[in-house]
C-alpha cells in the first residue's frame, strides 16, 4: 500500500499510467540535441540561429493531442523551458521565448489548450537549469557551455538574481495557463539542489497557485538518484514522485521502510530525447507495450518521449508506433489503467498486474500445453476470460499431479496439446477472484 497521507495527490497519475513526454525547441532546429550547446561549447550568439531557425510552420497542438490519444497516453509532459533558456511561452521577463523570435506564438499555451480538449491532464517540463542567464553558474559548472572558457573564469554572477527570474517564470507557468496537473523540474546536481534552488519557497508558491499539481523528485534529485522521496522524512521539495530516467528499476522502488513510491520511467522512442537527425533505433510497439506491462506490474507509470520535427510534426512512422501500441491498450487497457502491482512474485512466462479483486496474466512467453497461472490460489478463482471471452480452467489428467495450481488453455481442443498466443505481442487473461474469505470471529 501506498501510504495514502502522502501520496494521495498521485491517485490519478497511479491510474492513468501513460504519458506522452514531448521534448521540442529550438535544439529541434540543429537536429543534434538538446545538450548540444554544452557538449559543443557553443556561445550565446552562435546559438542564435537555431533561436532565428525556430519558426515551426505545421505546429498543431491538436495532431499532437489526437496522437497521443491515439496511443492511449492519458497525459502529457512538454519542455516549457528547457537548459538552453529558450521559453516556449510568453514571458514578461525574457525576450528569450518563442513568442518573441520572430515565430510569435505562444506554444504552451496552444498545448494546453489542446490536450485539456481532448481529455488529457497537462504538464509542463521545466529546466532549473539555465544557460543564457547572466545569473547562471558558467565557469567550473559541471555542465555550462563557458565551464572551462578563461574568458568567463572570475567573472561575477548574481545567483540570486537568477533564482529571482526562474522562480518568476515558474509563477508565470502557474498562474497563466489554468490548471497545471504536473510540473518536471529538471535537475539537480553537485551543490544545485534543494535549498540552492530555494527550493522551499518554490514549492510553497506552486502548491498554493496550483494545489493539485504533481511534482516531480527532481528539485534535490536528477535521473539517477532519488533524494529524500524514499526516506522517512521527506522535504517539502522532494516531490511526489521518482523519475527514473531511460531504465525500469529492477524491483519498482520502494522507501527505506519498503513501501512503494510512486514512480514514473521516462524513456525515449528512439535513442535522444529531441529530434534527432538520422536516429531511427526507434522501440517496437511490441517492445513498448511490455515495457509498460513490466512498469505497470512494478507500480510505475510510462512517460514515453516524442521529439517534434523542427516544423512540429510528430513523424509518422512515430505516429505509427505509438498508434500500435494504443491498439493493443484499447483492447487491454483495463489491464493497465488503475492497475498496479500484484503482490505476486513475477512468473516466467511474463508479468502479473493487479486491479482490485482482478488479476491480469500478461502472457508474452507460450507454454508447452496449458499455462499454469503460478501464485493464484485456484479456490479463489471466480472466472477467466481471455480477450473478453469466458474461459473454463483446463483439465487433463497430466495436471493432476498439481492440485494448486490452475491451468489456462489457449485452444479450444485438447488441453494437453500447445496452442499459439492469441495475441503474440501480451495476451492478457482477467482472473477474477472471489474476495478473501473472512476469518470467523474477525
Ligand atoms: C536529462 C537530460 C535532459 C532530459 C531529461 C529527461 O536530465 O538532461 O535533457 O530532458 O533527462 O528526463
Redesign the pocket.
Known sequence: MVAPDRHARTNWFRDDRFGMFI?WGAFSVHGRG??LRSWEKISMEDYQPFIDGFTPEAFDADDWARTAVAAGMKYAVL?AK??DGFCLFDSAHSTYTSVHNGFGRDVVAEYVEAFRRHGLKVGL?FSLIDWSHPGFPAFGDAHHPHRDDPAYEGREHDFDRYLDFMHAQVRELATNYGQIDLMWF??SYDDLTGEAWRAGELVEMVRELQPGILLDNRLEA??GSFGSIITDSPLPWSGDFV?P?QLIPAEGILDLQGRPVPWEA?ITLNNH?THFFGDEDYKTPRMLVRKLVEIVSKGGNLLLNVGPHPDGRILAEEQQILAEVGGWLSRNGDSIYGAGAADLPKPEWGYYTRKGDVLYAHVFEPPIGPLALVGVDPTRIDSLEIGGRRVERADSWLIEAYPDTAFVSFGEGDPALTYPLPDDVDTVITIRLTPPSIPHGE
Open positions: 521534448h538538446e545538450w519542455t528547457h537548459h517540463y529538471d535537475f536528477n535521473g523519475s530516467e521516462c530525447w
